[in-house]
């Protein structure tokens, strides 16, 4: 009889533990591929492909400058036709007029105060904006023209009183500039906002300023043209 083997003897085929290489000089157990290869799924040796990826495709454009100077033009046609067509036939760089006479008989009919009219300009004075209006400390109508070299000139008849409407518009830095005497009338010049000056007359009832930008001939003549 063969002497017992030990109790704690190792059997010598014992399978190494998952992930650690077997034995030099044995080979791996059934069913697990070596552990230098990558496995797949199912635990079989993962196929490798020797072919290299393909190289990337460049996302540079390929057009020359004629080209998209070509494509520029093309874009810029149709919107220089649009802009030709809006100024030829819709009038596009010509002002919006209104009718003043609504404002000015609202304002005659408030019977606030006394309401003059320009008589006598020309037809290339145009009457863009018109408005009467009630506001604190009395009235106010306000006529905005287009003068014939194309400045904004305001025409403003107000009841209230004229050390609140003076600062408020003209600025409180506005100052006289001397009297002018325009279809008998005693007008003061005034410094205004910016590159504005203005024409004031003042009476007992009403404060009539005549402001913006325009020439001094032309703040002038819509002055003197007032009945």
Known sequence: MEPAQPADRVPADRTPPDGQPPPDGQPPPDGQPPADVPAGRGGEPAATDPTPPPPAVSGKSERSPKDMAISLLVLLVPIALLLAFYRGFLGGDQATTVDPAPAIEQARSANVFPVSQPQGLGADWKTVTARYQTVEGGANLRLGYLTPEGRGVQLLQSSVPAD??????????????????????????YTARGNQQALVLLEPTRTVIVVGDARDNELRELAGSLR
Do not use: H, K, N
Not at 164 to 189: H, I
């Open 164 to 189: 609140r409407l003076l600062p408020a518009e003209l600025t409180s830095q506005a100052q006289p500039q001397g009297p002018t005497e325009l279809a008998g009338r005693a007008w003061q010049l």
